[in-house]
């Protein structure tokens, strides 16, 4: 079983921390543009850890909703 710490450090590892969801919607936007050919559908999500919003990739089963 995983410990707390580690299952922290994997998910904030290496992350931006955004303060509020627009703010990482917003990221996502810029993203899109910077780099349409590498773009994958994304969301914000709030990290049960740290308490700020990050970016990531959404599971293949949640595409289309």
């Not at 955004?18 to 590498?38: F, G, M, R």
Request: charged share 30%; aromatic share 10%.
């Amino acid at each position: 079983m995983a410990s707390k710490r580690h299952l922290r450090r994997k998910s904030c590892f290496g992350k931006k921390k955004h303060k509020t969801s627009n703010d990482a919607q917003y990221s996502i936007v810029i993203l899109i543009k910077n780099h349409p050919e590498n773009y994958r559908k994304m969301s914000a999500y709030k990290c049960k850890f740290c308490g700020s919003w990050h970016i990531g990739h959404r599971p293949v089963e949640h595409w289309g909703k």
